[in-house]
Nanobody, 119 residues
Framework: QVQLVESGGGLVQPGGSLRLSCAAS????????MRWYRQTPGNERELVAA???????NYEDPVKGRFTISRDNAKNTVILQMNSLKPEDTAVYYC?????????????WGQGTLVTVSS
């Protein structure tokens, strides 16, 4: 069973940076897309950034120019570098991946890591 494990969350002051990691329990080279989502209490989970197997990236407007998503296939890891953090970035951040297995598209989620931006 494939698993995703996030790490790197924590408390940071406004304007600071954090680097989130998502480690997969198997090779990510066959993952179609890997994404980061975030969720705050009472709200739906929202997409933050995505990266395809070919390295094409996409960012939602609130994080454009501040966040960078990357993937290291050799380490089976996807990274979210977050700079110029704002209090409104406070959320639980989740890693997501989809891949094809036996003709079916499967989706997996990590357990989440909490990011708190506060002075």
């Amino acid at each position: 069973q494939v698993q995703l494990v996030e790490s790197g969350g924590g408390l940071v002051q406004p304007g600071g940076s954090l680097r989130l990691s998502c480690a997969a329990s198997r090779s990510i080279s066959s993952f179609v897309t890997m994404r980061w989502y975030r969720q705050t209490p009472g709200n739906e989970r929202e997409l933050v950034a995505a990266i395809t197997s070919g390295g094409i990236t996409n960012y939602e407007d609130p994080v454009k120019g501040r966040f960078t998503i990357s993937r290291d296939n050799a380490k089976n890891t996807v990274i979210l570098q977050m700079n110029s953090l704002k209090p409104e970035d406070t959320a639980v951040y989740y890693c997501y991946a989809d891949f094809i297995s036996r003709g079916n598209v499967l989706e997996i989620w990590g357990q989440g890591t909490l990011v708190t931006v506060s002075s």
